[in-house]
């Protein structure tokens, strides 16, 4: 994309910007290309800022996709399975250059090193292979394994061959084109002709396979219908006749969609922040000065919307996470209004208790009452307690309490936990107890 442009689609108008576009840092150029269109005829305009959403997988994706595969040799390795404790969890991700640079990463630092050296084989051979790193040996020190997290990491290496189609690169990407949550499964122990063979079932159970055991398939097929409600990934064992494997089940879901309510500048950081989490991020207000692109250079889309068409022109889905921030007490209460209607499972406003008491209060005049559902995904005042005044503070908050919600974490102090940090797979830690004592 050079230049701008703008396009009619549904009875909106879309402004497509490419990031270099000039009047994204003057304000005086950008108010003279609307009125050159006379955007004030229509509802809706929004337009896309042609920022990509960024997680480490999304990053990974996007590195490989800008290498020249002609001249680099690329493998990706992939934590399938932790007995213990471990800087990362399952389903870490490192993409390694032949040439020593990596994206991504599998540990704290200390596997990366001879990561390289592994990736670098698999590079050569051409075929898939599973290294188990044991954090608790203190002969592992030679390879620079030595920061007491006492655990045991099965990581799977595989190279990415960019004439195979079925390359895990590119079953990664289409993943992600999805746009939905997906459950995966890998086989990193077994045959050696099935290593690195996966299966993955989407939401509505369509089924993508390249694992030639119709048997096994069949086993997959139900513990990865059971994966997608139980939204916890593991390490299984799987016997089928005579041959054993071990296959990672890995649920894989799209990046949190945050919808900003209210361009105003305390919404600028919470933008930011996000985007560097990696969420996709959509701002709409009906004042086309709020949204300017100068404001938000890193938002994924600026929407200028009337509250009037709010559900026609936004799609909230059950990974959306809306947030109200317009300081305009009338406009927020209509879009609650709105969003109630809606599968959001997170509602956040800005401003006080009280405010939000007089929406209630409104809305039981107008006969509308909150379900119970409704009272668990609202957040009035929005954000965690952590004492924020600023608005850097206040997105830091609010942030950590959507991230909360989607991870389904109380949000507290990490001391207080009860049990380990991250979620484990007790049939896993089960053998590595047996083993140590």
């Not at 670098?120 to 292979?129: A, G, S």
């Not at 709105?338 to 009280?354: A, E, F, N, R």
Request: glycine content about 6%; aromatic content about 10%; proline content about 4%.
């Amino acid at each position: 994309m050079n230049k701008a442009s703008i396009g009619k689609s549904s009875g909106c108008l879309i402004l497509n910007l490419p990031c270099s576009f000039d009047f994204r840092n003057n304000w005086f150029d950008f108010r003279c290309f609307l009125r050159s269109y006379s955007y004030s005829f229509v509802s809706v305009l929004k337009w896309n800022l042609d920022n990509s959403t960024m997680n480490e997988l999304h990053t990974i994706c996007e590195t490989y996709r800008n290498l020249d595969l002609g001249k680099q040799n690329v493998a990706l390795a992939t934590v399938v399975q932790v007995r213990g404790s471990s800087y990362r969890s399952p389903g870490a991700r490192m993409l390694i250059i032949d040439d020593g640079r990596w994206f991504g990463s599998i540990s704290g630092g200390c596997l990366e090193g001879d990561a390289l050296r592994k990736a670098r084989q698999v590079m050569r051979e051409k075929t898939p292979l599973c290294v188990t790193y044991d954090t608790r040996d203190d002969e592992n020190k030679s390879l620079g394994i030595n920061l007491g997290c006492n655990g045991v990491i099965d990581v799977l290496f595989e190279a990415v061959d960019p004439d195979d189609m079925a390359n895990p690169m590119h079953f990664f990407k289409q993943l992600i084109n999805l746009q939905q949550e997906v459950a995966v499964a890998t086989i990193f122990s077994g045959s050696e002709a099935f290593l690195g063979k996966k299966m993955v079932v989407k939401q509505t159970f369509a089924i993508d396979e390249n694992i030639q055991y119709p048997d096994l398939c069949f086993q997959l097929e139900k513990d990865l219908i059971e994966l997608l409600g139980a939204k916890k990934s593991r390490a299984q064992q799987y016997t089928v006749g005579e041959e054993t494997f071990d296959i990672f089940l890995e649920l894989i879901q799209p990046p949190i969609q945050l919808l900003i309510f209210g361009g105003g500048f305390d919404a600028r950081p919470l933008s930011q922040l996000a985007k560097n989490l990696g969420w996709n991020v959509t701002v709409t207000d009906e004042c086309v000065a709020h949204i300017a692109p100068v404001f938000f250079p890193q938002a994924d889309t600026l929407s200028l919307c009337h509250r009037e068409f709010v559900d026609q022109e936004f799609v909230v889905q059950s990974n959306t996470a809306c947030v109200l921030m317009s300081h305009n007490y009338e406009y927020d209460r209509d879009i609650l209004k709105k969003l109630l209607k809606t599968t959001t499972p997170y509602i956040g406003i800005l401003g006080p208790k009280k405010r939000f008491e007089k929406m209630i209060a409104e809305f039981i005049d107008q006969g509308i009452y909150f379900s119970d559902k409704d009272w668990d995904r609202i957040h009035a005042p929005i954000g965690l307690d952590i004492g924020a005044e600023t608005p850097y503070e206040i997105a830091v908050a609010i942030t950590a309490e959507v991230m909360g919600r989607f991870t389904r974490r109380q949000a507290g102090f990490l001391k207080l936990r009860q049990g380990p940090i991250h979620h484990r797979d007790t049939q896993s830690d089960q053998v590595f107890k047996e083993a140590t004592l």
